[in-house]
């Protein structure tokens, strides 16, 4: 009952693939890697040092310069 041996895993590897067949475990297979690169590619932009200059991180870019300010009148009066 100890560990099992490569057979015992070659076998639960050929009845996996019969299961669900090559294409859907490559389908798997990439998605997963996917999402490896992707939390590698979130951990580095966490990791490094933020340059930007203060207009960008205060949130006055260009597309603020862009509003309209308007004084709001009650008519119910």
Known sequence: M??????????????????????????????????????????KTSEEPQDKPNDQIQGTSASAEKTVDVQAKDINK
């Open 2 to 43: 100890g560990s099992f041996s490569i057979w015992h895993w070659l076998i639960v590897l050929v009845i996996v693939m019969l299961v669900f067949g090559t294409k859907k475990l490559r389908n798997i297979g990439t998605d997963l890697g996917g999402a490896v690169k992707g939390f590698k590619d979130g951990m």
